[in-house]
């Protein structure tokens, strides 16, 4: 069953020996491949990564739990990923894509050029230690341009940075939400009420201040800032 669905599919034959088929069931692999690494890629060469940790520190900070549900926070956070990085593939489109689809540049030519906006974006956010870390494991040079900074060391990097960034803006987030946990826990101490969970006190007010002073335009303020 499976050798006649093969056979009967276009450019993919088990005993093919025409170059041009070969090439084209190559290219079909290939586009399968890089499908199936495009949410790895989503994650690990783009601002998704800050914008879920920090979007996950709101959550704990406020104690609610599953509210918002993943599917929210996850949707908010790619939606903010698109937005954001719309200039780098407008970039991406005009120096790659549209030359590589008028016949003006080849395909190696034009996965050079598809690659160097994305480049320079991770490269603006990447601490300088952050990348001498992984030059520095691989004995590599350090190069004159963004060109040079192979892929291979600028991604782990970008990742790393972000991951710190991130944290960094969790902690600030989790600040006034740890005072008011404080002050009711105190409050409750102070009332001899040591049975009852400073938690379920403490939340309402949390709510009610990050509603007060508009939390969620802050805190997606802040995100779109930092970038």
């Known amino acids: 069953m499976i050798p006649e ?3 009967a599919i276009p450019g993919i034959s088990l005993d093919n020996t025409d170059p041009g088929d070969v090439s084209t069931t190559l290219q079909l692999l290939l586009m399968l491949t890089v499908l199936s690494l495009a949410p790895g890629i989503l994650i690990m060469m783009t601002s998704f990564t800050r914008i879920i940790i ?3 520190f709101v959550r704990t900070g406020l104690g609610t739990q599953s509210m918002p549900p993943n599917q929210v926070l996850v949707g908010l956070a790619l ?3 698109f937005f954001i990085m719309a200039p780098v593939a407008t970039e991406m489109n005009d120096t790659a894509l549209q030359p ?3 016949e003006e540049l080849n395909q190696e030519e034009a996965l050079d050029a598809a690659i160097l906006p994305i480049k320079e974006f991770m490269a603006q956010h990447t601490r300088e230690k952050d990348l001498a870390l ?3 494991y691989a004995e590599l040079e350090k190069p ?3 060109e040079g900074i192979p892929l291979t060391s600028l991604i782990p990097a970008f990742a790393l940075s972000e991951l710190k960034t991130a ?4 902690f600030v987030i989790f ?3 740890l005072i008011i946990d404080m002050v009711v826990a105190s409050t409750l101490m102070a009332m001899g009420m040591m049975m009852l969970p400073p938690v379920m006190i403490s939340l309402p007010f949390k709510i009610l201040l990050f509603v007060l002073v508009d939390g969620w335009y802050l805190i997606i303020e802040s995100l779109l800032v930092s970038f």
Do not use: A, M, N
Not at 167 to 170: A, E, K, L, P, S
């Open 5 to 7: 669905l093969l056979l």
């Open 54 to 56: 920090v979007l996950s």
């Open 79 to 81: 939606f903010l990923t």
């Open 100 to 102: 590589y689809l008028d």
């Open 134 to 136: 992984f030059f520095k």
């Open 144 to 146: 004159d341009g963004i």
């Open 167 to 170: 944290f960094q803006i969790g």
């Open 175 to 177: 600040i006034p939400f």
